[in-house]
């Protein structure tokens, strides 16, 4: 079988199996144990069907990779014609301990899009009538801050307290309209190991990172990374980093 796609919601792996798609539960407390064989475009699903591809390149080829236009929108609509009019929420996100960053989505799904991201603590700073207004006021904050965060820098600070003060401070400056504080219930100390496999018994997920446990060692896991693998009944047997907590 062949991880095709992965829910943060549900939480589960889509795997394409001889008898279709099926899935595999992320919950926590779960014990994965799979070894990852090749590696290969996921093809794309269409109607709840897999269909595949044997292009090297993954976890997508150029034939099924795609681009949400959105989220390159500073304002001017890439789509041939705009098609964004309802309520956008501007937010500002933060990532453990400093890293602040600003996107939009629309209203309806604010809190689901910031936990998506794996956000620590959040701000709704504006609402705007439609997604280019949003995007226009989005580009001119990122002038000052970011408006990407990416996987590495994001589990660095897995463990980790947000800094209150320069967070305090970065909302005063937009007076929110709401804000956010969450939890994940990984009851980190510390950053675990950036790994990419499916072996171990899972504590949960932060976004898009899965944090498990294997012989010792926490990992963190970007499900994105595992996107193409074929994988294999059986724990992983190549050998792995360890954490200095893994030996005493």
């Given amino acids: ?129 439609d997604g280019r207004v949003a995007r226009e006021y989005e580009a001119e904050v990122a002038k000052t801050l970011v408006d990407r965060v990416r996987v590495p820098t994001k589990i660095d600070g897995f463990g980790r307290d947000v800094d209150e003060e320069r967070w305090d401070e970065l909302c005063d400056e937009f007076d929110p309209i709401e804000t956010f504080e969450f939890d994940y219930g990984l009851e980190l100390t510390e950053a675990p190991l950036a790994e990419t496999i499916a072996t171990g018994t899972i504590r949960g997920l932060k976004g898009r990172v899965l944090v498990l446990d294997n012989a010792g060692t926490t990992y963190a896991v970007d499900m994105r990374n595992l996107v193409g693998y074929e994988l294999e009944e059986g724990g992983t047997e190549r050998e792995l980093q360890s954490s200095l907590g893994a030996f005493s």
């Fill in 1 to 129: 079988m062949q991880v095709v796609g992965y829910d943060t919601q549900m939480p589960a792996l889509y795997v394409s199996t001889s008898d279709g798609i099926d899935t595999v539960s992320l919950d926590p407390g779960t014990k994965l144990e799979f070894s990852l064989q090749n590696r290969h475009c996921a093809g794309t699903l269409h109607d709840d069907t897999h269909i595949s591809c044997s292009n090297e390149r993954a976890p997508y080829c150029r034939d099924h990779q795609s681009t949400w236009v959105c989220a390159k929108c500073t304002g001017t609509c890439l789509k041939d014609e705009m098609d964004c009019y309802e309520d956008h929420a501007v937010y500002l996100a933060a990532f453990a301990p400093d890293v602040f960053k600003v996107g939009v989505t629309r209203l309806w799904r604010l809190e689901t899009r910031l936990r998506e991201q794996g956000a620590d603590r959040a701000a709704h700073i504006r609402t705007m009538s």
